[in-house]
């Protein structure tokens, strides 16, 4: 009989160590795991996270459980690539005192694009890779309407200024980050006459041709990009009033994503231009709210980590 007891004692604690092995989450399998940290960059109007919403939603999650180390940084979410570049070197070098790492694989997306570019340029010693997310490397029709606007109508550009800045404010302050913002100078340096100044400054993986590749490698940084051609892809997302809209200024037949052009957002190697996605699709938001038929955002994160893996960055 106490045979029998221990028996049956022995089986139910096999039994559960079992379940509970097959409930937890599986060891890494290192898929992700590249050489050097990577650090992820938001765009216009970016944060890492405010009131439990994330801008970067399950992308670190996804990249880290299979080895990648990853860091979210944040900068002002409305000024010139150049402050908000300053700023992130200011956060690079953070990372690498952290990891000891000797540098960095910078993602941006959107604004984040020039950005990441910028800290690349002046501080290559810092930067393994740039990847570019629908950059707005080139400029994009919307702020080339936006800034049309303000220059003729003096109303129009005190409301764009005091409605863009208090915006800006307010993610600033419940995101935590503290710093200075300039709306009037971040859609500036996306005007077409700006954004092409700043690739003469800061020349790495930018196209000689409207729309082709750049250079893969610029003073020893690997540069890659991809980017959405679709601004509407699921009627559940609220936001995409916001790409809809936009998509409006630009030209007909002109492909993009609701805020920057597919061929502008070239940069480097192009792994693709024309993803089924819109702006916010691209960063897995709202939610995770992305076209049903389509790639899912993170698989292209975590494909990408592994191209990253096998160039040794």
Excluded at 33 to 61: C, M, N, R, S
Excluded at 274 to 283: A, Q, Y
């Amino acid at each position: 009989m106490l045979r029998s007891v221990l028996s049956a004692v022995v089986l139910s604690s096999t039994l559960l160590l079992s379940q509970a092995q097959a409930m937890s989450a599986p060891p890494p399998t290192g898929y992700t795991e590249t050489q050097y940290p990577i650090v992820l960059a938001h765009g216009l109007f970016g944060f890492d996270a405010i009131l439990g919403v994330d801008y970067w939603y399950k992308v670190p999650e996804t990249l880290q459980k299979d080895g990648a180390t990853v860091f979210l940084t944040s900068v002002a979410n409305s000024n010139s690539p150049e402050v908000r570049g300053e700023q992130l070197i200011a956060e690079v070098e953070r990372v690498l005192a952290i990891t000891g790492a000797d540098k960095v694989n910078l993602i941006g997306h959107s604004h984040g694009g020039p950005t990441t570019r910028y800290v690349a340029s002046v501080r290559p010693d810092l930067v393994a890779s740039v990847t570019s997310i629908s950059g707005v490397n080139k400029g994009t029709p919307v702020a080339e309407t936006l800034s049309q606007w303000q220059n003729g109508a003096t109303g129009f550009s005190w409301l764009l200024e005091n409605l863009g800045n208090t915006l800006a404010g307010a993610i600033d302050f419940l995101s935590g980050g503290g710093y200075e913002q300039d709306i009037l100078a971040s859609i500036g340096s996306m005007t077409f006459a700006e954004a092409d100044a700043f690739n003469q400054q800061h020349p790495g993986g930018i196209p000689a041709t409207a729309c082709g590749e750049g250079a893969y490698e610029y003073q020893n940084v690997r540069y890659y990009s991809w980017a959405g051609e679709k601004p509407l892809t699921n009627v559940l997302d609220p936001l995409e009033v916001v790409t809809g809209a936009a998509s409006l200024f630009f030209p007909a037949g002109e492909r993009n994503d609701g805020l920057v052009g597919a061929c502008a957002s070239r940069l480097g190697m192009v792994i693709r231009d024309d993803f089924k996605m819109n702006h916010l699709d691209e960063v897995n938001q709202t939610f995770g709210i992305h076209a049903l038929t389509d790639t899912d955002p993170l698989t292209v994160f975590r494909t990408h980590a592994n191209r990253l893996k096998q160039a040794g960055l």
